[in-house]
């Protein structure tokens, strides 16, 4: 009869496995056989069928994920223990006639399975060997413990499956022999046991832990000389957990758990004292984390054992001191910012202990019980001939006291070097940044070199004598290359303390950009040291400079002296009055120059067209006052017509004509535009038809945010009203924080320069646009545009230091 199956592919492997189906086998009385390779080979073998393999069409890999999904319920599981078994074939060597099959390569495979888990566990996880008249088979399952072979019968296959077990490994359905590796991550991700660790401390008193007193100030102190004594080295006893009665928890510790030498998990307390994880079975070692309070761990090895229920540990723990070391010179100075290392002398698992002292000489650290070298960590390379201070060893003592109590040291050390500092500074106090310099001595060698701090300090340590300190300034520092000479005095001190640093007199380029960052073409302007040679006020020396097309003027200045920019008051001006003082440190910056509403109005009929739709509510107030400032200092006197017109959804007129510029008109006008709220939609056709119905006007002045319907259909239609019109007046688009070249810019200048007007972009916002947030960074405000915001209609924009429309950087170095 013709079989499918792999191993039947010949007639020898055929007659191999009937044979081995027709003799019976013999099986315990309570299993009955279901693994087997092959198909039946005849009919009369139906009363004790035995498949050597999948039937029909199902695959092997589904058959083994169907055996390993169906484990049972919990209930099987829960509470219960459970082992390794390993089930090898056995007994069927001399009833199989094949060249495939080695039994002894089966017990060789089972044998080292069971050495490798037993050895990964530690013990803690028994594993049996079952010998099974299964053709092929070395199966490994996890097994409950009420079905271990020691009880009674063997409960194997499908029997094992029924029961709930868990097949890690088939090599019946798999035809691979297991691999420890694969096997040892599956019983650690199927066998998670639920752990509960409790962190006690004798050391931490449970009713103290919510109230703490702190020592009187002037409590005596028990202080405890550094001595170099002859010490037995000795490990710390167990902590006596009877005479603390109520042990507190150890909040918020940090413990490392290891397994056979390698962490697997990082563990943290919670605020009571506790630890939620889970594990598998086998034994770990637990150790304090170095940042942890804690010292040692009692115990500090825990061992879990194979059962699918919680487990309860508790472990007593020792906590560092707190310790206090104040480190003192041969002059009995404290030693500022002097590092420390602390070696136990006892075997401790931790790592040496690092500080530094403090500007007052005192450091603060926590150290375990016994004896401890305190030691100079020198920076790594320093030769001894470089080093601060003589050889260091002195050894300290942390007594088992209060966990409360502090305990205070003192360390002398001698001084080799001194440590001087010199502020330097430039004539208006500016510090002297990232200046390099070098300390020669006496015959001109270099012993130190080193750079200024953020703050204009030159720190060097150096021996007593005199010695002089070169400034190397790099060419895109402000300040000039000098010398001073530095005398230290045996005692450590020093003269002088400060030093004053000139700085650079550089051709400098001055760019004037707008709140939309365009250039301020033609910006007249004016710039003066706002102190004389002498430190004193001065207003004289003040330099005339007009902005070219570009927005750029030059001057000469010197680098990081205060200087006073003015664009200055008058009648009809292009750009708003404003004046700030300002110090740079680089040839090239560039400030921000605010651009008036309206500017000058040259034509003699006007209408002024103002949206007040509710987009235009942030900024309608500075609107109206720069419409009111236009008509006092442009119309007022003079034989020029205005109207003024609002539209949302709806028009409202000043007047149905143009009136005179008289001086109740102008009031009249004033008092129109106070009540002028903004609210509705924005119909910029029907103010612009509106306004075109008016015959004798030369130019209407629009003024939007430009958050309306603006397309090509709309454009057309604003140019067949204006063609159709009596006056056919220019039209001037005044557009309110647009985003430069966007859709809305463009379509605004698009009808200025179709109708014969003139497009202008102001900022009236605090916060600059998108785009504008680009060009226009808002770290620094700007000082000037700060004082005109209070005095005009204008803006308070911030400028930065990123880059402006020509990609050129922004200065930030305004003060």
């Known amino acids: 009869r013709h079989c499918k199956s792999k191993v039947a592919q010949s007639p020898f492997h055929f007659l191999c496995v009937c044979q081995a189906m027709l003799r019976p086998p013999a099986y315990p009385s309570s299993y009955q056989p279901s693994s087997a390779r092959g198909r039946n080979a005849s009919a009369g073998m139906r009363g004790r069928q035995q498949r050597l393999g999948p039937s029909g069409s199902t695959p092997r890999s589904q058959n083994l994920s169907q055996d390993r999904s169906q484990t049972g319920s919990d209930s099987v599981w829960l509470g219960s223990g459970f082992f390794i078994q390993i089930e090898r074939c056995a007994g069927i060597g001399e009833q199989v006639v094949s060249v495939r099959f080695d039994e002894d390569k089966y017990i060789k495979h089972a044998e080292h399975v069971r050495n490798a888990l037993l050895n990964h566990f530690e013990g803690q996880l028994n594993v049996e060997i079952v010998e099974v008249p299964t053709l092929y088979a070395c199966e490994v399952r996890v097994m409950p413990s009420h079905l271990h072979p020691r009880l009674g019968e063997y409960c194997i296959s499908d029997a094992a499956r029924a029961a709930g077990a868990k097949t890690l490994h088939s090599k019946v359905l798999t035809k691979k022999w297991p691999k420890v590796e694969s096997v040892i991550d599956e019983i650690k991700e199927f066998c998670k046991i ?50 603390a009665p109520n042990p507190g928890p150890v909040r918020a510790a940090t413990l490392f758990c290891e397994h056979r030498g390698s962490q697997i998990s990082e563990l943290h307390t919670d605020a009571a004292g506790q630890i939620l994880t889970v594990l598998h079975p086998g034994k770990f070692r637990l150790i304090c984390g170095e940042d942890s309070n804690c010292d040692r761990l009692f115990p500090s090895e825990i061992a879990i054992p194979a059962r699918f229920s919680p487990l309860e540990i508790t472990i007593m723990a020792t906590m560092k001191k707190k310790c206090i070391f104040y480190v003192v010179d041969h002059l009995n100075k404290p030693f500022p910012n002097f590092p420390l290392c602390f070696v136990s002398k006892e075997p401790s698992p931790h790592l040496p202990v690092l500080v530094s002292t403090k500007a007052n000489g005192k450091a603060r650290c926590r150290l375990s019980l016994g004896k401890h070298v305190a030691t100079y960590n020198a920076p790594e390379g320093l030769l001894p001939e470089a080093w601060l201070v003589a050889t260091l060893r002195q050894e300290v003592e942390v007594q088992d006291q209060e966990a409360s109590e502090i305990q205070y040291f003192q360390i002398r050390v001698r001084r080799l070097r001194f440590s001087v500092e010199v502020v330097l500074r430039t004539r208006f106090e500016d510090p002297v940044v990232l200046c390099d310099f070098a300390v020669r001595n006496g015959v001109g060698h270099v012993i130190e070199r080193g750079s200024s701090s953020s703050n204009g300090l030159a720190r060097c340590e150096v021996p007593a004598g005199t010695f002089q300190i070169k400034l190397e300034p790099g060419g895109h520092l402000p300040f000039l290359a000098s010398s001073f000479e530095v005398h230290v005095n045996d005692d450590g001190t020093y003269s002088p303390a400060e030093w004053v640093v000139a700085t650079k007199t550089v051709n400098a380029t001055i760019h004037l950009i707008t709140p939309d960052g365009l250039p301020a073409v033609g910006c007249a302007f004016t710039l003066s040291p706002k102190f004389g040679g002498d430190g004193r006020p001065t207003r004289g020396q003040e330099v005339a400079l007009v902005s070219d097309e570009d927005g750029r003027a030059q001057t000469s200045l010197v680098l990081l002296e205060p200087y006073i920019f003015r664009v200055k008051t008058c009648k009809v001006a292009e750009y708003m009055p404003q004046e700030f003082v300002f110090m740079s440190d680089k040839h090239f910056f560039t400030t921000v120059v605010a651009r008036s509403v309206f500017g000058l109005i040259p034509e003699e009929r006007v209408v002024f067209l103002i949206d007040c739709s509710g987009s235009m509510a942030a900024y309608l107030g500075d609107v109206k006052a720069a419409l009111n400032q236009a008509l006092l200092e442009q119309f007022h006197g003079t034989t020029r017509l205005f109207d003024i017109m609002k539209y949302t959804g709806k028009t409202a007129a000043f007047r149905d004509r143009l009136v005179e510029s008289s001086s109740a008109c102008i009031e009249d006008a004033m008092r129109f535009t106070e009540y002028i709220e903004a609210g509705g939609q924005s119909a910029v056709v029907n103010g612009l038809a509106q306004a075109f119905r008016m015959t004798d006007i030369e130019a209407i002045y629009l003024v939007t945010d430009g958050k309306c319907e603006l397309g090509e259909d709309v454009l057309n239609h604003i140019r067949t009203m204006h063609f159709s019109s009596a006056a056919r007046p220019r039209v001037n688009t005044i557009g309110i924080n647009l985003p430069p070249e966007r859709l809305t810019y463009r379509h605004l200048n698009a009808i200025a320069n179709s109708l014969h007007g003139c497009f202008r972009a102001v900022c009236l916002e605090k916060e600059p646009p998108p785009v504008l947030g680009q060009i226009l960074s808002s770290s620094n405000r700007h000082p000037g545009l700060e004082e005109a915001a209070g005095l005009y209609p204008t803006t308070d924009e911030e400028a930065g230091s990123s880059c402006d429309s020509a990609g050129e950087p922004i200065a930030g170095e305004y003060r």
């Open 194 to 243: 639920p752990i509960r660790i409790t962190l006690l401390s004798a050391d931490i008193k449970e009713e103290d832990q919510n109230t703490k007193v702190p020592p009187h100030r002037n409590a005596p102190r028990n202080v405890n000389s550094a001595v170099n004594t002859s010490v037995t080295d000795g490990v710390a006893s167990k902590p006596k957990v009877n005479e």
